[in-house]
């Protein structure tokens, strides 16, 4: 009796180029009207994107923004913090929440100094290679601090990625995960890496948000997936869609 085989899943399609150029110039463009202007998108300091990122896990952004200017002022450098006591990080680090961040930066702090005299490093495997830095903040650190060309995913930019490229699955399975990841590899451009990951941030924290996105006045709209099954606008899509370049 021949072997059964079981049949491969096919994996989703990658977006067209026309469709990636077209995604990312009105992204860029929208990012340039609204973008916000937030203190750690001025620096290209390793550290200081290190310390934004682990503060904005789960926490609003206006939460981070004082804390941020707080903690770098106390804790300059990675060589700064990785000697204070684990009790003073968390007492700097209060009102913040999820506790666990400080000690993961402090953990990261040692660790860069013990074994990268002190620095960040670049490549994405050795940063991998760090307690509590994942895939999204090799990206991240990748993208931001060193203008690598690095993919990112978060909540918020899979959920942006979904409904544009996607619409319609489970998007929280493992399998729509990864191909999130393809999607938004494919989609970082070799230059202006930084605006477009920033950009892609902000879209998601804005306009593509988890509840109520802003799909009167998105400039996905016209080519977004979700956006024609979404019963809510879908009598007001015509009238929408005259006013979407
Ligand atoms: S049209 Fe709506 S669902 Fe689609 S990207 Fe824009 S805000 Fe998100």
Redesign the pocket.
């Known amino acids: 009796m021949p072997a059964k085989h079981t049949p491969k899943k096919k994996l989703l399609p990658l977006p067209a180029p026309p469709d990636r150029r077209r995604f990312r110039q009105r992204l860029l463009t929208w990012y340039r009207r609204h973008g916000r202007d937030l203190p750690w998108r001025k620096t290209n300091d390793p550290y200081h994107i290190l310390v934004s990122e682990i503060m904005l896990q789960q926490t609003q952004v206006d939460r981070v923004l004082p804390k941020y200017a707080e903690w770098l002022e106390k804790y300059p450098s990675l060589e700064a913090l990785a000697p204070a006591p684990e009790k003073e990080g968390a007492q700097t680090w209060y009102p913040l929440g999820y506790n666990i961040r400080p000690r993961r930066l402090q953990t990261i702090a040692r660790e860069a100094v013990s074994r990268y005299g002190g620095r960040v490093p670049s490549e994405e495997e050795t940063l991998l290679s760090f307690k509590g830095i994942g895939a999204y903040m090799a990206g991240a650190i990748r993208s931001f601090a060193f203008h690598e060309r690095a993919a990112i995913l978060d909540t918020n930019v899979a959920r942006?990625l979904f409904?544009?490229f996607v619409g319609k699955g489970d998007r929280k399975s493992h399998a729509m995960t990864r191909h999130l990841w393809r999607v938004s590899e494919t989609l970082v451009p070799s230059r202006q890496v930084f605006d477009f990951n920033q950009a892609l941030m902000d879209?998601g924290a804005m306009?593509?948000?988890a509840r109520d996105?802003?799909?009167l006045v998105?400039?996905?709209?016209k080519s977004?997936?979700?956006?024609p099954f979404?019963p809510e606008?879908e009598t007001r899509r015509t009238k929408v869609l005259r006013h979407v370049k």
């Open positions: 942006v409904r544009v879209f306009v593509c948000v996105p802003k799909c998105c400039p996905m709209a977004c997936r979700a956006f979404n606008y």
